[in-house]
């Protein structure tokens, strides 16, 4: 029953009048903070541009991008246009953006950024076809949940992290100076669906990063296992997600 009800969410997301009026409304929900926190609020006069730049960081979330390629998809001139918007986006609470992580600051900020949109419903209301991604979706609801825990405890810090050889960690949580946590977040129900690269990017950024609280949130798999004297913890989504109330 829980993993019935986390798949609904999954895909229907979490706006409570999905509930009583059906899916359609988040359309119009989204449609709603375009018009209403952000066209309307911010003076857009590009109207088309903006609602197209929304679209595709919704359609694109998890994927690396950079202001500038956004700017020449959109023809865009100035990327400081595409700043300014993406900002408005962010504190509509459409998205969240999320940075690479760097000990040296301008790395992190030239590296490319990754966006989550604020539900999953508005994701496949918006996207193509994303109900088949389920590992991306279970990525985005992860997001949602560490930058909710992030606005309740302002000394938490949320990043990715990815290394010259493509080695990539989904979330890094850094608090008081130091990584605190690496997580990767994977559609598997055993051992065998998870891919060795999750597991061998964890390993290198644990070394690099100093940080042995290495977590793989899986669908339904759950184990402690050791892998070169460190320990993984494979936890469910749902688990996961009552954990960190």
């Known amino acids: 029953l829980i993993l019935k009800m986390l798949g609904e969410y999954l895909k229907l997301g979490g706006f409570p009048e999905v509930n009583k009026f059906g899916s359609s409304i ?9 018009t209403k926190d952000i066209l309307l609020r911010y003076k857009i006069k590009k109207i088309q541009s903006i609602k197209e730049l929304a ?20 023809s865009i001139k100035r990327v400081s246009t595409i700043s300014n918007w993406i900002s408005y986006l962010e504190n509509s609470f459409l998205i969240y953006r999320l940075e690479r992580f760097s000990f040296k600051l301008k790395e992190q900020i030239i590296a490319p950024k990754k966006f989550y949109c604020v539900d999953n419903g508005i994701v ?13 979706l279970m990525e985005n609801i ?3 949940e560490l930058f909710r825990k992030k606005a309740q405890d302002k000394t938490k810090e949320i990043y990715y992290w990815k290394d010259y050889q493509q080695n990539e960690i989904d979330f890094l949580i850094k608090q008081s100076g130091s990584v605190k946590e690496l997580i990767q977040v994977t559609y598997a129900n055993e051992k065998n669906e998870i891919k060795e ?4 990017a964890l390993l290198k950024a644990s070394s690099e990063l100093r940080c042995n609280n290495l977590t793989v949130i899986t669908w339904e798999y759950e184990v402690k296992e050791s892998y070169k004297n460190k320990k993984i913890k494979f936890i469910p989504l749902w688990k996961w997600l009552l954990e960190i109330e």
Do not use: C, M, P, W
């Not at 988040?26 to 375009?34: A, C, F, K, L, T």
């Not at 496949?124 to 991306?136: E, H, P, V």
């Open 55 to 74: 679209k595709y960081i919704i359609t694109s979330f998890s994927q690396e991008t950079t202001y500038s390629k956004l700017a020449k998809i959109l």
């Open 197 to 200: 690269r999750e597991i061998k």
């Open 26 to 34: 988040v359309s119009r929900i989204y449609n709603d903070i375009i």
């Open 124 to 136: 496949n209301a918006i996207g193509f076809g994303f109900s088949k991604n389920l590992g991306y």
């Open 142 to 144: 992860v997001a949602i």
